[in-house]
């Protein structure tokens, strides 16, 4: 009788160590919320334009860095102007707004002539604008890493529920990005430009002819999608510390898949997909074979299986060929 | 048969305009028994990685040699050394082709008598037929992989190295960890880098020799969040061995280690890591380290400090004692007024230079390896990393 | 019956026909059948090309297939023979490969219209595998005649495993699985050095990090290539076969069943295409290519590391299908030799400035499209300078104490130090060339958005700033092979897709929706 809980834990392994299953969870939860962030933005795009903007990685990588030198303007970690929490206010604002007009200007810029030419001339482009995002930040900031202290600015206090362990900045990062998705969803079932944009990405055609303006419309989500990147690249820094000008590109890989698990095109998808992947990374990790080497493998075969199960993703609707 | 003309014509025409553009960036061929006369200048080859996502690395190489060369310059004004830079781009997405393209441009420039670097241990492997096929001695001033000095590497005499072996650095670290700090467990956790596997293989080997209890893990270079990986971390665990080599990463992975609560398991690192970051980020947990065994009072270092405003770039040490090496050898050579790059090969066989930048007289074995040179062993103090004894 | 009564003779100039398409005897009066009149009026298109660039392009049209490999098959040999090993490596082998591999996208890309993001996985697939079975680390020496049809086999089976499971996904999501496949492969290269078989115990499949190294030269029954220059013409060879063999295949049914593919699946399948069939095809033919080029390369390079066949390599490849076109065999050895062969003239601070001037004029002259005008801003922008320069050097110090980029073993050329009487160049001029960089993205947006006169006149000051940036920040030894190299492939993509989608020598396509 003993051994039976030494033979569920085979095949339910958090039932002999909760503490650490609850550990993995919470980073899990962390890292999903980035992601959803990240995701959100994709999928946003995609859904108006059915344009894989490559380039959302960067922006989000534009957004740690932003944040990082309104942390320098303010007077630096460990002698701000103001309290530790008003200092993080304003980078997450400074962030938000300043990868929202990047987004718009890269939309105008790069994307706006190609709406309707064949699909690949807008994803070659969008590779291009995320290459002179990035050697643009190599070229201003140069290789090395930046640090956001966040040890300094604000302590790393630990709370604990029981079993179950957690940091300040991983409540706040947590909380922070359901705020945000609530806001978005709420902005896009009862605004008129919320449903504007919902017309726009049935069909923009039809969209035009009843008097929306589509440009607009597309750069307000441009801005949006933009402005939770910033936020996201801000709360990373916040939570694992150092950025670097390349950590946009498998950020933005991740995001990526996280949309296309939750469904592309879809809002509530991307948060789900968000999740997900990060829940799956962390138990990867912990739980599979050789997972801390191999977990980006295993969330490959977990996409793919998906993607057999379900094509169009977890919440996405089937797309219907029209002939 | 009109449009064959016309077609014979115009690519007789771009022949023609080709063959003249290349010639113009043509130079004679090398061969490596061609003798160069010693003339006011002399020109060594360096393969760095100037750019790319070791340059932080690399441009500490790229300051020591530039320092070396300068202070010979100023007391040989008749006989100064030219630097021909070549950037492989370590571990950039091209960075073995690179590398290669500069060896191979190295190769074709009669001037170059003799190469510092290449900085990586791959990169050396991607080049070695290259570079002995020019006929160069090459001396590297951070390629530490065992592989690179032995029999089937085919480079003895060719291939000398101004920094020991990465046996001898995890031979240093196990007896650190079995005689000092006498652990029973210890986790491993490498970077998946070439650099990395190497290390933690030896130490794994070294520990489970004396019968410790090891867990081996990896982690990408590109992850900054380690928080799944720290849960894995049994509390009961003495050390946990990191031979990464991007210091911010390890600065965050102490980080993450003491928000988890488990700082009070020590935290071992490699050359790699010796930055202020990562010394900085213990007390607790303790941060233990292995570098390079730069001597902090030799006058050069001094000087060199005193030039680039306090700071020792003690990783691109061994590249300047490389450079001086290149440099005296080619002197030598010269003496004859003449020098071919097997005599320079065979005079940086010869080197004998006391009291160098690291701290002990610099002569090679036969296989190219320093003889007498170990690594040393620091400890943080919350702020830099102190040298300790074993 | 005299000759002329030939019923297809209808007297029209032999250039207006179309070929393939039979003439009636009405043909004059009523429109061909089957051709709208977008498409019939695509000989008068062709005739509005005016000028020297019109007839170049005529010419080049008319020219039989053979002669158009011949235009670039002469100078390729001669090439050898009056450059050094340094130079046949850089400009010579690296082009062919990149040129080798755009060629086995342009099938699945150009041809076949499938995204495929992973292509970087068969060229390492097929790396590896030479190594695995010709190389020192695993102690097999294999000869090339016998390793190469069974990595070019054992590849295309690689392609068609890819190609089954992609046939469900439509064209975004075959990007996204083909990517990760690619992702995946090279994190299993990283660590392939120490899994755990079951019943064979720890193998070691590629080395892991350390790469697999000793790779042998191509042996050719016992006759092994180790020069340059062999590896040249071996890889010129692989070019003439590959090209030949495109060339055929994109004039016979597969290439006008791709082609069908490509524009309509749907309509394709209606037709009775067997579309299932073609993609796999094409991503074995695809794949199959990649391997033999792995192959060679692995035996140039002599070592295989997993980070060679990673993103990076993969956008350079796209880059160079993209700028040629897609579908045109010309445009890809073109691209090649613009996409390897500038940023390697870049690398000497001499010749480098001869590009980007030379590059900064070309560029000019296409947007303003008018000698007039070019000539206008490229004089405003030189007197700017002067003043600029002479404002400087009165009030500010630092101002012109620095030196422009040079060669450190030959000096600066007239070029440099005509610039350096012209240019401000401030010594520790990190700082501003950072904030001028800044200034220049803004200037250059503020340009595209004006038009006439407007823009002539913001573009002199855009100049300037450009050419500052470029001195002084851009050029520098820590940038130059780095981030700007990265930076120009980046704008060239961006540029070309909104100002030219089709490429080069590509055909400008229609979407019909």
């Not at chain 2, 001695?137 to 690179?148: F, I, K, Q, R, Y």
């Not at chain 3, 299908?321 to 897609?326: C, K, N, Q, R, T």
Request: proline letters at 4%; aromatic letters at 10%.
């Amino acid at each position: 009788m003993q051994h039976v809980p030494d033979l569920i834990s085979i095949f339910f392994p958090p039932w002999k160590n909760w503490s650490f299953f609850w550990d993995l969870t919470v980073s899990g939860l962390t890292r999903g919320s980035i992601y959803a962030l990240i995701a959100l933005g994709y999928s946003m795009v995609y859904g108006i334009l059915k344009l894989l903007n490559f380039a959302h990685g960067d922006v989000y990588m534009i957004g740690a860095f932003l944040g990082w030198f309104m942390l320098q303007w303010l007077g630096g970690p460990s002698d701000p102007f103001i309290s530790g929490w008003f200092v993080v206010a304003c980078m997450l604002l400074f962030a938000m707004l300043g990868c929202g007009v990047l987004g718009v200007g890269i939309e105008r810029f790069a994307y706006r002539r190609l709406r309707d030419a064949p699909r690949i001339a807008p994803l070659i482009s969008a590779l291009g604008v995320s290459i002179i995002l990035q050697s643009s930040a190599q070229i201003l900031f140069g290789t090395g890493f930046r640090n956001y202290q966040t040890e300094t600015l604000v302590g790393f206090s630990i709370h604990n529920v029981g079993d179950v362990f957690f940091s300040t900045v991983q409540l706040v990062t947590v909380l922070l990005a359901g705020a945000l998705m609530v806001a978005l969803t709420l902005f896009v079932a009862r605004t008129r430009v919320g449903k504007a944009m919902r017309a726009t990405s049935f069909d923009r055609e039809a969209a035009s002819m009843m008097g929306i303006d589509v440009d607009r419309v597309i750069s307000v989500t441009f801005f949006i999608g933009s402005a939770l990147a910033g936020a996201a690249g801000v709360m990373f820094g916040l939570v694992f510390g150092q950025i670097y000008n390349l950590m946009g590109f498998l950020a933005g890989l991740k995001g990526f898949t996280a949309a296309v698990i939750g469904g592309i095109g879809s809002i509530p998808g991307a948060m789900l997909g968000g999740i997900v992947l990060g829940l799956a990374e962390s138990y990867a990790t912990g739980y599979l074979p050789q997972g801390s080497t191999f977990h980006d493998l295993y969330v490959f075969l977990l996409l793919i299986i998906v993607l057999i199960v379900r094509p169009s993703g977890l919440l996405g609707t089937p797309a219907i060929q029209k002939v | 048969m009109k449009k064959l003309l016309v077609a014979v014509a115009a690519l007789v025409g771009v022949a023609v305009a080709a063959s003249v553009g290349s010639a113009g960036t043509a130079r004679t061929a090398a061969s490596s028994a061609s003798a160069v006369t010693c003339g006011s200048s002399r020109t060594i080859g360096f393969l760095v990685p100037a750019t790319g996502p070791a340059a932080s690395i690399g441009q500490q190489q790229v300051r020591w040699a530039k320092f070396v060369v300068n202070q010979w310059n100023k007391t040989h004004k008749t006989a100064k050394i030219v630097i021909s830079q070549q950037d492989t781009q370590l571990g950039a997405a091209n960075g073995s082709a690179q590398a290669l393209a500069g060896a191979q441009a190295l190769k074709s420039n009669s001037k170059v008598l003799a190469v510092v670097g290449a900085a990586g241990s791959n990169e050396n492997k991607g080049i070695r037929q290259t570079l002995k096929g020019a006929g160069f001695g090459w001396v590297t001033g951070s390629a530490t992989a065992d592989e690179l000095t032995t029999t089937e590497a085919g480079t003895r005499g060719y291939f000398f190295r101004a920094v020991p072996p990465d046996s001898q650095q995890g031979t240093t670290v196990a007896n650190l960890m079995i005689d000092k700090l006498k652990v029973s467990k210890v986790y491993i956790i490498d970077d998946e880098e070439a650099y990395s596997t190497g290390l933690a293989d030896t130490v794994e080997a070294k520990l489970k020799a004396a019968g410790k209890s090891v867990t081996r893990d990896g982690v990408s270079q590109q992850e900054s969040d380690f928080s799944a990986l720290v849960a894995k971390i049994d509390r009961s665990t003495n050390v946990i061995y990191i031979p990464w080599q991007l210091s911010p990463k390890a600065a965050a992975f102490v980080s993450q280690l003491k928000q988890a609560g488990k700082g009070s398991i020590a935290v071992m690192g490699s050359d790699g890591l010796y930055a202020d970051d990562f010394a900085a980020a213990g007390n607790p947990p303790t941060i233990y380290d292995s570098m390079f065994p730069v001597s902090p009072g030799q006058a050069d270092v001094k000087a060199y400090e005193k030039a680039h405003g306090g700071n020792g770039d003690f990783f691109g040490a061994p590249t300047g004692v490389a450079t001086q090496v290149v440099v005296q050898a080619i002197d030598r050579a010269c003496k004859d007024g003449k020098a071919t790059r097997a005599e320079v090969r065979a005079q940086i066989a010869k080197t004998n230079i006391p009291k160098s930048i690291l701290g002990f007289t610099i002569k090679f074995t036969k296989n190219g390896e320093l003889s007498g040179g170990k690594f040393g062993l620091y400890k943080s103090n919350g702020k830099i990393f102190l040298p300790i004894s074993l | 019956m005299s000759e002329h009564d030939d019923p297809r003779d209808v007297g029209l100039p032999e250039e207006r026909r179309i070929e393939g398409i039979p003439a009636r005897p009405d043909e004059a009066t009523q429109p061909r059948v089957g051709v709208d009149s977008w498409v019939a009026s695509h000989e008068e298109r062709r005739q509005q090309a005016t000028g020297i660039g019109g007839r170049i392009q005529d010419w080049w049209r008319r020219t039989p297939p053979i002669g158009r490999l011949l235009v670039f098959l002469v100078p390729a040999i001669i090439f050898p023979l009056v450059s050094n090993s340094g130079n046949i490596y850089r400009y010579g082998i690296l082009t062919l490969i990149y040129a080798l591999l755009a060629y086995g996208l342009t099938i699945v890309v150009g041809f076949a219209g499938l995204l495929d993001l992973g292509y970087m996985a068969f060229f390492g697939f097929g790396a590896y595998a030479y190594g695995f079975l010709a190389s020192q680390h695993t102690g097999r020496h294999w000869q090339a005649l016998l390793v190469l049809p069974v990595v070019v086999i054992a590849t295309a089976a690689l392609g068609i495993i890819l190609g089954s499971p992609s046939l469900r996904l439509l064209g975004d999501y075959l990007a996204i699985v083909t990517l990760f496949f690619g992702q995946a492969f090279v994190l299993f290269a990283n660590n392939a050095n120490r899994i755990d078989f079951p019943f064979f115990g720890e193998v070691d499949l590629t080395g892991g990090a350390q790469g697999l190294e000793g790779v042998d030269p191509l042996n050719f029954f016992g006759y092994k290539i180790s020069t340059n220059k062999g590896y040249f013409y071996v890889a010129l060879i692989m070019m003439v076969l590959i090209v030949t063999m495109l060339h055929l295949v994109n004039n016979s049914r597969t290439g006008r069943a791709w082609r069908a593919l490509r524009e309509d699946p749907l309509a394709a399948e209606v037709l009775s295409i067997p579309v299932k069939r073609l993609k796999i095809l094409a991503f074995a033919f695809g794949a199959a290519v990649a391997g033999l080029i792995g192959c060679l390369y692995s035996s140039v390079q002599t070592l295989d590391a997993p980070g060679d066949y990673d993103i990076g390599l993969l956008i350079t490849i796209y880059a160079i299908v993209i700028l040629g076109g897609a579908g045109s065999l010309t445009g890809v050895i073109v691209a090649a030799l613009i996409v390897n062969g500038v940023p390697e003239l870049l690398r000497n601070p001499n010749n480098g400035r001869y590009v980007f001037y030379l590059g900064l004029i070309l560029v000019l002259w296409y947007f303003l499209k008018s000698w007039k005008r070019l000539l206008i801003v490229l004089g405003g922008a030189l007197a700017f300078g002067f003043v600029v320069y002479g404002i400087t050097s009165l009030v500010w110090d630092r101002g012109t104490s620095g030196a422009p980029v040079a060669d450190p073993e030959t000096g600066a050329n007239w070029l440099a130090t005509a610039i350096s009487h012209w240019m401000v160049l401030p010594t520790n001029a990190t700082q501003i060339a950072n904030w001028a960089y800044f200034a220049l993205v803004l200037l250059i947006m503020a340009s595209t958005l004006m038009s006439g006169w407007w823009r002539t006149l913001v573009l002199i000051p855009t100049v300037w700033v450009a050419a500052f940036a470029w001195e002084n920040l851009l050029f520098t030894p820590d940038q130059i092979n780095g981030p700007t190299r990265l930076l120009l492939l980046g704008t060239v993509l961006v540029v070309l897709m909104n100002a030219r989608p089709q490429g080069l020598f590509g055909t400008a396509r229609v979407e019909i929706v």
